[in-house]
């Protein structure tokens, strides 16, 4: 007896067509759940799972009936074809079905539906190794779903723009980064034995202005919101500077290490813009 074994480009389909064209988006996520759970189940039996979804939509249109400016010039089905890309793979038919009922709700259909078509492209199944003294994070499935909710609230044009995965744009200029509209897969750096634990700077965005008081070449004393706090020990500076080669974007700065306060030491990452002279708090230590 020969075995069939899928390839890993094979396309798993499932389709279906209905008696009376759908116009509401409601019954139009109960048919899509069925398809999704069919085409998921079938991947799931052969221990495979999927980042990639189409759906295409035939459309119910009639020209007597189409009331825009420009209606169509023959009858006849057309096709909606939406597509939704994963970061990761999944087996779980809800993340696109919640992904499906936002896009759609964004890019709903021109007409009713009669002909509904899904097709998911296999992949194999991502393991990611836990560790016991590793914090845990949110499934890539589940951030996408976020994603996808808050490019929703802020709409399709801004959200574009404003929601994304973080990116180094420039690996020289601290704290520069662009948004990506979709995730991309980063090799996780496995931590080294010998390696010890370091505070973590959290970042300020934007930046504090403050103003400091120098003795020398070294700061002496810190003026935050206000309030006047001795600084105990400096360490620096750090030049730094970079972009040089565009006006626009060079930036020329000396960065300090300070620990300020007398009962209540707080350490923070300082720096000068040598350009302005002006002082900013770029982060606090934990």
Not at 9 to 26: G, M, P, T, Y
Not at 171 to 188: E, N, R, W
Not at 252 to 275: H, M, S, T
Request: charged residues 25%; contains cysteine; aromatic residues 8%.
């Amino acid at each position: 007896m020969k075995l069939f074994r899928p390839s890993l480009w094979q396309k798993f389909k499932e389709s279906i067509e209905l008696e009376e064209a759908v116009d509401l988006l409601e019954p139009l996520l109960f048919l899509l759940n069925r398809l999704l759970d069919q085409a998921l189940n079938r991947l799931k039996a052969r221990s495979l799972a999927t980042d990639h979804i189409h759906v295409d939509l035939g459309l119910e249109i009639h020209s007597e009936r189409e009331l825009r400016s420009a209606p169509p010039k023959s009858d006849g089905p057309m096709i909606h074809q939406r597509a939704l890309k994963l970061p990761v793979p999944v087996q779980d038919a809800l993340v696109f079905l919640k992904l499906l009922q936002l896009d759609l709700a964004a890019h709903p259909p021109t007409a009713p539906v009669k002909k509904i078509s899904i097709r998911a492209f296999p992949a194999r199944i991502r393991v990611n190794q836990g560790g016991l003294f590793q914090r845990s994070v949110a499934e890539a499935a589940d951030l996408e779903v976020t994603l996808g909710q808050l490019r929703a609230v802020v709409g399709d044009e801004e959200g574009r723009h404003r929601v994304g995965f973080p990116v180094i744009r420039n690996p020289h200029k601290p704290d520069s980064f662009d948004l990506a509209h979709s995730g991309a897969s980063v090799p996780q750096k496995q931590p080294s034995q010998l390696s010890r634990p370091k505070p973590a700077l959290r970042i300020f965005r934007p930046w504090l202005k403050v103003s400091v008081e120098v003795s020398g070449d070294e700061p002496v004393s810190v003026i935050i919101h206000g309030r006047r706090r001795k600084v105990l020990h400096a360490s620096g500076p750090w030049k730094k500077n970079g972009g040089w080669w565009n006006g626009a974007e060079e930036w020329n700065r000396e960065e300090w290490d300070l620990e300020v306060g007398v009962a209540d030491k707080l350490l923070y990452r300082a720096f000068r813009d040598c350009r302005s002279g002006n002082w900013f708090l770029a982060g606090r230590y934990d």
